[in-house]
């Protein structure tokens, strides 16, 4: 049984079940991502951003991309601009580990960083730096934000772009106020509890992954996955404040004018 109660006390006192593991997000989660993601297109997220980049950046493919909190890096394995040197990376070393052709001769992409959106050790000029499928919502702090926009700004060449997403209010409102997943993988199985507190905007995402060993016995790991419901308003002011000029505040995956209202909000900011 799945109950909510547990779930949300433990969110709440970042108290370890007994006889499980807790790990950093993005730590026991990596090995099943690409799994858990199965409903994700890729391929139609990769050409809206082509189609974000020729309206609002011009028709010649950027020759310098970078994308933050890459994951398994499933763009590498498709790049969105074919001919460009590209960087993929993210905070999380287990979640590159994993990504496809890691260790082979296949190798998707040599250009792999970990690193930290918010100090991106990677020297520039980017034409485009992206950041997809809410990753900006796990910056926490509006002052991590600001942080991480002046960081994409510096790395930026003049009139570059940086693409972002973020998740909304009505998102979470709908579909992750009080849910419970639960899901049998290769090698052992997951529950996924959500939680969304819309007085502090706060969208909660606990994780118990329990993992077959040999021998018949196995393993609990509990990760805790946090991301801040940012107002699409607040978001333009950061951006402004960090240098930025607002091309776009789109309705996710088309070019409408987007709200709060919307599940995904696309950003589309350049360096003057």
Known sequence: ??????????????RQLPGSEVTLPYRSIAPFYDRIMSHVDYPAWARHV?????????????????ELAAGTCRFAAMPIFPKAFAVYSDLSPEMLRVAPGVGTRHAV??????????????????????????????LLRPADVL?????????????????FDVTTD????????????????????????SRYDAGIRLQLNFFAF????S????LRHEETHQQRIYPA????????????????????????????????????????
């Open 147 to 163: 942080r991480a926009l002046r960081a994409v700004r510096k790395i930026l060449r003049p009139g570059g772009l940086f693409i």
């Open 215 to 218: 021998g018949g016995n196995s």
């Open 170 to 193: 009505g998102c979470s409102r709908r579909h992750f106020a009080d849910t419970c997943d639960v899901e049998e993988l290769e090698g052992g199985a997951y529950i996924r509890r």
């Open 210 to 213: 329990f993992l077959t060993r």
């Open 109 to 138: 992409s040599p250009h792999r960083v970990a690193c930290d959106a918010r100090t991106p050790a990677l020297r520039g000029p980017f034409d485009l730096v992206f950041m997809l499928y809410d990753s900006l919502n796990y």
């Open 50 to 66: 082509r189609a974000l980049w020729r309206k609002y950046g011009n028709s010649t493919p950027p020759r310098r991309v970078l």
């Open 233 to 272: 308003a607040r978001l333009r002011t950061f951006a402004q404040r960090s240098g930025f000029k607002v091309l776009a505040v789109l309705a996710g995956f088309s070019f409408r004018p987007g709200t709060d209202r919307n599940e995904r909000l696309h950003f589309v900011l350049q360096r003057p």
């Open 1 to 14: 049984m799945c109950t909510w109660k547990t779930g949300w006390r433990n969110f709440a006192t970042q």
